[in-house]
């Protein structure tokens, strides 16, 4: 079973705009959470991270939210950029798994110029 | 800074051969992850190393697929014998310690075609 769900298998928007990427968890035992960027034929790269200790974190154009009663969290690119296009994965894991990092199946934003 | 090498890029083979796809970790890190992406299922952990040992294999879907990581820069994933099911794009990633919240970092994977 997807203990990390990303209902939306793709988004565009328009260059400039909002870009908002959702992911779900089931595990209520999960207190760090990931997004990872993909391009094509390439592997895939760490975007920002939160704890289960904050709601928001922050990096430049990026912003992780983290709705802990909700079991959810949220990719906000502002503004997007041509260049953000790719697959953005969301990852979650607890200290009771290990080392187990639970992956999304992912979530394809295009930018449209 | 090297980052996560994987070899080979991209491999295709027929069924029942063996196959072995290698990675080397980024210079220091001392976790090791091997990773299988099928569409189906998305990015599922096979296996993980801490120290060169194995910790966690129950990710390894058969006996027919086994890992090692004889030194602290190198991994194997060996596939004997293969099967058309086993294709999929096989990523390695290495983390600079052995923790939940510790990002890893990801090489750029070997597309496994099995004919």
């Known amino acids: 079973d997807q203990q990390v769900k990303q209902n939306s298998p793709s988004l565009s928007v328009q260059e400039g705009r909002i870009s908002i990427l959702n992911c779900d968890y089931t595990?209520?035992?999960?207190?760090?959470f990931l997004w990872y960027k993909k391009y094509p034929a390439e592997g895939p790269t760490f975007l920002i991270s939160?704890?289960?200790?904050?709601d928001k974190n922050e990096d430049g154009r990026f912003t992780v939210f983290l709705n802990k009663s909700a079991k959810h969290l949220s990719l906000h690119i502002v503004p997007s950029q041509p260049g953000d296009s790719a697959v953005y994965f969301c990852a979650a894991s607890a200290k009771n798994t290990g080392n187990q990092f639970y992956f999304g199946t992912g979530t394809s934003l295009t930018v449209i110029p | 800074d090297a980052g996560v090498i994987q070899s080979p890029r991209h491999e295709v083979t027929e069924m029942g051969q063996e196959v072995t796809l290698r990675c080397k970790p980024i210079?220091?890190?001392?976790?090791l992850f091997w990773y299988r992406q099928t569409m189906m299922r998305g990015l599922e952990l096979l296996i993980y190393?801490?120290?060169?040992?194995?910790?966690?294999d129950s990710g390894m879907p058969e006996d027919r697929f086994s890992a090692k990581m004889p030194n602290a820069s190198f991994s194997t994933l060996k596939i004997q014998p293969s099967e058309p099911r086993d294709s999929a794009v096989y990523f390695c990633a290495s983390s600079s310690t052995l923790g939940h919240n510790q990002p890893q970092h990801f090489g750029d994977g070997t597309r496994l075609s099995i004919l």
């Open positions: 190393f801490n120290n060169n040992v194995p910790i966690d």
């Open positions: 939160i704890s289960s200790i904050k």
């Open positions: 595990n209520s035992m999960f207190d760090y």
């Open positions: 210079s220091g890190h001392n976790s």
